[in-house]
């Protein structure tokens, strides 16, 4: 979920924020050297060992997104932090962003101000076995790309598919088994519909056929050339139209992209951004 406005009021049991070192090169010649630099994100609900173990790798996520989705491979600390709330029951997730997490067990709000992310907010689900909740990393990819769409937000399609990508892997073959399921049926969306989405689908299963759908086409066009190409198309494509951003970044035109599309998405495995360096 992206772009949400809440208030919200959790007990925090923790707030943890930590520095970390990056490779940055020195004006000067000589080795890259290692620079602290301020933490982007800080963690509350938790206890301190857990909101550390978060923290930490809300980071390395944010690091990966930006050097794969926009091409930056030493980004800036946000100035304006990212909260992640955490919550251990539906109930208190529910009072945060006004929704029970039957489907989605995260929420990501974002506000702007003079061309510019003003506030950053993850609220996850933190009750599952693992100590870093299942949704920390999908929902920081919304917030890294609003760093680059501040004007307006990404297509839905755009923002879950790329997202996606961060799940684990069970999450993603959850995800194309809902959309396989309704393309054997005839349930998908067509190519035009999916894309002029504006909304999230209200039905719980039509929703669940989006977000595979979504998934589908990102990872098609990603394979055809990468992300930080499919990213620029999606920006271009609010400024001029889908048809002239195809032409421009793939040599496509709409008809291939509906057409095609579907047949060759490459497998989930190959284009996971889930990986050993983000866990």
């Known amino acids: 979920m992206s772009d949400a406005r809440f208030r919200a009021s959790a007990r925090l049991v923790a707030c943890v924020a930590i520095s970390i070192s990056v490779p940055r090169t020195a004006p000067c010649s000589g080795p890259p050297v290692a620079v602290e630099q301020p933490p982007s994100v800080v ?16 980071e390395r ?7 794969q989705l926009l091409g930056d491979a030493s980004p800036a600390a946000w100035t304006e932090r990212c909260e992640i709330h955490v919550h251990a029951t539906p109930a208190a997730f529910a009072a945060a962003v006004g929704a029970a997490p039957d489907e989605a067990r995260g929420a990501t709000s974002l506000e702007f101000a003079a061309g510019r992310v003003a506030l950053r ?47 684990d892997a069970e999450k993603q073959a959850a ?29 719980a299963r039509r929703q669940r056929v989006f977000y595979g759908q979504s998934a589908a086409l990102v990872r098609w066009l ?20 889908l048809a002239a951003a195809l032409e421009r ?17 490459p497998p989930i495995h190959s284009l996971s951004f889930n990986n050993a360096d983000t866990q």
């Open 61 to 67: 996520v944010r690091r990966t997104a930006f050097e």
């Open 121 to 167: 907010r993850i609220d996850v689900m933190g009750d599952g076995p693992d100590t870093v909740p299942d949704a920390v990393a999908h929902e920081l990819v919304h917030v890294v790309l609003a760093d680059r769409f501040t004007a307006a937000a990404p297509p839905r399609w755009a923002d879950e598919g790329i997202a996606l990508l961060f799940d």
């Open 249 to 265: 970044h793939y040599d496509l035109d709409t008809r291939t992209l509906f057409d095609s599309a579907w047949k060759e998405v």
């Open 43 to 58: 963690v509350v609900g938790v206890d301190a060992e857990r909101a550390a173990a978060i923290a930490g790798h809300a």
């Open 175 to 203: 995800h194309e088994a809902d959309f396989r399921a309704a393309r054997a049926r005839g349930l998908d969306y067509s190519g035009a519909d999916l894309v002029a989405l504006e909304e999230y689908p209200a039905d």
């Open 222 to 241: 990603i394979a055809r050339r990468d992300a930080a190409t499919f990213v620029r198309f999606v920006r271009d494509s609010q400024s001029r139209d």
